[in-house]
């Protein structure tokens, strides 16, 4: 964890490029999710498609995990790979290693490793990537984007 708290970068969303059915916080920093028990977040590439029918997958410029079905986690790699996690995590942290062609999650209150992408290659840039899903269900608060360090 000291290593990603070295390396760690401001994010906030950017209202042009965020779907429209996203309701972002002023400060930019959360993405309201009320209701919901699906989602799926990570990074993908500057260029990717973001219409029509999109396959969320490291081939397609996509390294996620997600939710579904209010407690089944899955990292999207290609065929996903079901996660055994011991608790549900409140706040998920993403590290990506340009160099090292890494993308890893982790639970950040736990400190724990949940998935990491390797072998990746990453030619430009890697925006945050957030979707709260559609389907309705219980998700008693937004994502929400916090500093490295802030608990």
């Known amino acids: 964890m000291k290593r990603v708290q070295k390396f760690a970068v401001d994010v906030t969303l950017d209202p042009k490029t965020a779907h429209p059915d996203l309701i972002l916080s002023d400060d930019r920093k959360q993405v309201q999710v009320k209701g919901k028990t699906d989602w799926a977040l990570g990074v993908t590439r500057e260029s990717v498609n973001r219409k029509g029918d999109i396959t969320w997958s490291p081939e397609d410029g996509y390294w996620t995990i997600s939710l579904t079905d209010e407690n089944e986690y899955e990292a999207l790699a290609g065929p996903p790979v079901v996660l055994s996690l011991k608790s549900d ?6 590290f990506v290693d340009y160099e090292e ?28 990537f957030f979707s709260p899903e559609y389907n309705e269900g219980i998700f008693s608060s937004p994502l929400t984007i916090t500093p490295v360090g802030v608990h």
Not at 109 to 119: K, Q, V
């Open 101 to 128: 062609g890494l993308v890893s999650f982790y639970d950040v209150e736990a400190a724990a490793l949940i998935y990491s992408f390797t072998g990746c290659s990453f030619k430009k840039k890697l925006l945050p």
């Open 89 to 94: 995590p409140q706040k998920v942290g993403v």
